[in-house]
């Protein structure tokens, strides 16, 4: 079996194992500690080094079974000006947010979602992923509901869809006790409306490129404005801008001469 | 109804033991009573009324399933 190790950095020793302690969610005698760099304090905060150490979970501990891969992980530390209470904060922080296995963070979104649409009567199939380009916390989940007729869950305007999105990440977040993001699609539909958004940006931005004057779309949630905005983001002939207030917010396509 | 709100609002909030859930219907009407802890109010709720709000809409779907309509209060504890 592969070894998990964590490699941490902090203004001294002491810190830094208690923050990879705190990461990891183990104690000291469950890990090796490696120290890597002692890290010198410096002279009023000039020339200071922070201290670098590796921690290797000792096989047979509760994290090495959930984390078969190797998972090195750098966590950064603020500057050492304010060291100690900043360690101690940033040990509390970690301590929220064990270091959890994709299986688990899937299995419960996953779970989620497929309960509340139970709980709805709604019959359907519900995979939650990872997307595969991407990599650490910041990652979205990716859950894909599939199942018949399921138009009802996207809604006018997407109104389901980023409710259910919006209560699942909240469920999800306080589950394992941190902010997630959670994108859910149903039958495709996201993939579809990004195609058609980015299609009607172009188009738009034509028709206000020729004739002079400012295009209104139609209301969107923040997500579909979102894509207008990238859509648009490169083209020299137009701004783009959202108006007005949720949900009725739109995005204005302005010709730039 | 009730299980859906039951077992959203019991996985927002700190205080699990206190959500209970009450659901009266007439006429093809639902209308369903949220009680939370006070300190909980405001996960339940959320800024602006956002995540109630969002709450209403797949009630409303689920409620609409079965051609009727629905409606939600969050009531604080006296």
Known sequence: MEQTTLEVLAPTVEEAVAKGLAELNLTQDEVEVEVL???????????????????????????????????????????????????????????KSPLQDD???????????????????????????????????????????QGKDLSFLIGRRSETINSLQYIASLMVGKELGRWVSLQI??????????????????????????????????????NERRIIHLELRDNPNVVTESTGEEPARKVTIKPTK | MKELVEFVARSLVDDPEQVTVTE??????????????????????????????????????????????????VVEPR
């Open chain 1, 37 to 95: 760099d002692q890290g010198t304090r410096g002279l009023f905060g000039l020339g200071s080094r922070q201290a670098r150490i590796r921690l290797l979970v000792k096989t047979g501990t509760a994290a090495n079974a959930a984390s078969e891969p190797v998972k090195a992980v750098e966590v950064e530390a603020e500057a050492p000006a304010a060291a100690v209470p900043a360690a101690a904060e940033a040990a509390t922080a970690a301590k």
């Open chain 1, 103 to 145: 299986e688990f963070i899937l299995g419960v979104a996953q779970a989620t979602v497929k309960e509340i649409l139970e709980k709805m009567g709604v019959r359907a199939e519900v995979k939650a992923s990872f997307p595969e380009s991407a990599q650490g916390d910041e990652r979205n989940i990716w859950v894909e509901v």
């Open chain 1, 185 to 222: 699609d149903v039958e495709g539909y996201r993939q579809r409306r990004e195609r058609a958004l980015r299609q009607l940006a172009r188009r738009m931005a034509e028709q206000a490129v020729s004739s002079g004057r400012r295009q209104v779309l139609e209301p969107m949630p923040a």
């Open chain 2, 24 to 73: 009266t219907s007439s006429q093809g009407k639902i209308h369903v009573e949220l009680h939370v802890a006070r300190e909980d109010m405001g996960r339940i709720i959320g800024k602006g009324g956002r995540v109630a709000n969002a709450l209403r809409a797949l009630m409303r779907v689920a409620a609409a399933r079965e051609g009727k309509q629905v409606t939600l209060d």
